[in-house]
């Protein structure tokens, strides 16, 4: 856990609440309160273990856009490195400002929910409530029963034992899964665990969102009401 002092904007960016530069616009508009009081400076520095950072209800008067992409093959969520092509390079230039809700790996698609409103990423991200992740995959080998089993029952992977997920079996290499949590390319390291290499591995769903039929690298507008 972080026990040094970070600045607002730094902190912010790590919990994908706000980018810096939303962060740094948000205090200037003394819309960021610090155990309970408008943070003025853009240097102000916080201890995350002790300090309550919070956005200000005020905020909640600004319009924010809130938008499903359907991410391709190949595409990074982010990323920090030049040459490299990232969600926000397939969006117009009025949405470059959005941040992702999550992330998929570059060789993962589907379903990314983008916004700038701090409160609802901070909600799918860091409120403690389960959202669950539906996803499509196929594998290079043919699911057994005692795959699946171990699918469900929880995999150990690391110092961690995932929790319980529930598959939908298609065809003997094609099944969904889902899942309440999400951490770093969970299905593929769980799937490795069991024996079998993702082939392909398509988002299908996120806390209720449905991709439905929105093809490879489109997008459509999300109102709040359809979030929460």
Excluded at 32 to 46: A, P, Q, R, S
Excluded at 65 to 82: A, I, R, S
Excluded at 96 to 101: A, F, R, Y
Excluded at 206 to 227: M, P, Q, T, V
Aim: proline share 3%.
């Amino acid at each position: 856990m972080e026990n040094e002092l970070v600045r607002i904007q730094k902190y912010f960016s790590n919990q994908k609440i706000l980018s810096r530069r939303k962060t740094e616009e948000y205090i200037q508009k003394g819309w960021i309160l610090l155990n309970g009081k408008t943070v003025t400076d853009l240097g102000t520095k916080i201890n995350p273990l002790l300090d309550k950072v919070e956005i200000s209800p005020l905020a909640d008067k600004v319009e924010y856009t809130y938008l499903l992409f359907n991410k391709p093959w190949g595409v990074f969520t982010n990323c920090p490195e030049d040459g490299c092509e990232q969600i926000t390079d397939l969006l117009p230039k009025k949405y470059s400002h959005l941040s992702s809700v999550g992330r998929l790996d570059k060789d993962s698609e589907g379903l990314i929910l983008m916004t700038d409103d701090g409160t609802v990423a901070n909600h799918f991200l860091n409120s403690g409530i389960e959202h669950e992740r539906e996803y499509e995959v196929t594998i290079d080998t043919i699911l057994t029963q005692g795959m699946i089993d171990k699918l469900e029952s929880g995999i150990r992977m690391m110092d961690i034992v995932t929790k319980p997920a529930k598959v939908n079996v298609y065809s003997k290499q094609r099944f969904t899964i889902t899942l309440s949590e999400g951490k770093n390319r969970q299905i593929r390291r769980m799937l490795r665990k069991v024996g079998a290499n993702v082939i392909k591995l398509t988002r299908i769903s996120f806390a209720g969102l449905k991709l439905g039929d929105l093809r490879s690298g489109d997008y459509r507008l999300l109102n709040k009401s359809d979030l929460m």
